[in-house]
């Protein structure tokens, strides 16, 4: 091989480059985000892992049955009625955000705009 | 084959003959079933928005000028009630204003009835305006994202989340009831009301006729805080024995711009 010299130590650097998101988290990284979790409610809509993963799209469902089809009803959920609503339901138990939705949010860097127009309950 | 020009000429007049009524009756039959197409889409918008079969509710509202005109601290006070409930902003500057419901003089709620001699009452005193709910209402029919609609029940309402803030609906409505967020309305809202979203900069905003409390089977805020002169009467149109009937049927009552033919729901007693 011509230039060994020069493209050996080049591929090596170039290979160093490219992974640096790998070595330069290993170890220390990230922790998963720990959420803190209402003290007073114990139960939810759904159950945790549904609610983990579908929250988005269960307030969009919502959003859409209160606002456009007039349907504003509550949910019941083991007895006890729940409004459709982010305001009204989902913050009256996770009362703090920043501790709540924005952990994991920011930990997926999801950015939802919910919070321009929806207020949070004051701390 | 052996022809001879006048054969040829012949067959070549029949064959256009037939092409150009053959091409005739052809559009004749697709313009009509396109025509048909056209008019039963015409048919199913004007049930979804505009004056077509009437619906089971309507509601409407009934406001009496005289009263407001009597207590100028009436009309404040139902501005009031409804810019805290909807965490409407107050801007220092004029240009940015957000407004629900306010208050104007005579002449400019009612353009169409100008009066070269008004009375004194009209000339220098105030009358409480809004969104008027139409029930062939300019804003949906123009807006490009169905942000705002009317529900069944007649009332327009605005879905803040679909909003692009293009202004048609701005442009559109000949009562100047929208609203544009040309800056964040957050930190211009004076008293928080926690259970009602405010808005972001670039969304139109107006009058909802308190669709989150109609449709709970309350009154509308403003109609509550001026409930004890009955000022701001609210009501089904559609039903005949329902207190707002009753006040159309005694009283004489007009409405902002009728020639427009936005059939607008609010009622004015003179």
């Not at chain 2, 009562?175 to 309305?185: I, L």
């Amino acid at each position: 091989m011509y230039d060994s010299g020069k493209i050996i130590p080049g591929l090596i650097i170039f290979v160093l480059f490219i992974t640096i998101p790998i070595w330069y988290n290993r170890g220390g990284g990230s922790e998963p985000p720990k959420p803190v979790l209402p003290k007073d409610a114990k139960a939810c809509v759904l159950p945790a892992a549904e609610i983990r993963a579908e929250h988005m799209k269960l307030l969009n469902v919502w959003r859409d049955e209160v606002l456009r089809d007039g349907k504003r009803g509550t949910v019941t959920v083991d007895g006890k009625q729940y409004p459709k609503s982010l305001m009204l339901n989902c913050m009256k138990c996770h009362t703090n955000m920043k501790q709540f939705c924005d952990t994991c949010h920011t930990y997926a860097s999801v950015r939802p705009y919910c919070w321009d127009c929806h207020l949070a309950p004051v701390e | 084959m052996d022809t001879n020009r006048r054969n040829f000429l012949k067959v070549a007049g029949l064959s256009t003959l037939a092409g150009l009524s053959g091409t005739a009756v052809v559009d004749r039959l697709v313009t009509g079933s396109g025509i048909a197409q056209a008019s039963s889409g015409e048919s199913q918008g004007a049930a979804g928005a505009g004056p077509g079969k009437p619906s089971a509710v309507r509601y409407g509202m009934v406001i009496d000028i005289k009263k407001f005109y009597q207590d100028p601290g009436l009309g404040e006070k139902a501005v009031h009630a409804c810019h805290q409930k909807h965490n409407v902003p107050k801007f220092p500057d004029k240009r940015d204003e957000i407004k629900w419901i306010w208050m104007t003089k005579f002449e400019n709620a009612f353009p169409e009835n100008p009066n070269l001699y008004q009375d004194e009452e009209s000339a220098t005193k105030r009358l409480p305006i809004m969104c008027n709910h139409c029930d062939n209402p300019p804003c949906v029919r123009v807006c490009p994202t169905k942000a705002t609609f009317r529900y069944e029940d007649g009332i327009v309402g605005m879905d803040y989340h679909r909003c692009i803030g293009c202004r048609f609906c701005m442009a559109a409505c000949p009562y100047g009831s929208r609203s544009f967020n040309w800056r964040d309305p957050r930190p211009f809202i004076e008293h928080i009301n926690p259970d009602y979203p405010s808005r972001t900069r670039g969304v139109v905003e107006k009058c909802n006729f308190c669709v989150e409390l109609v449709q709970a089977g309350k009154m509308p805020a403003c109609v509550e805080a001026v409930a004890d002169c009955k000022a701001l009467v609210f009501g089904n149109l559609n039903d005949p024995n329902s207190e707002i009937r009753k006040i159309l049927k005694e009283q004489r009552t007009i409405q902002r711009n009728p020639s427009l033919g936005t059939l607008p729901s609010v009622f004015y007693i003179v």
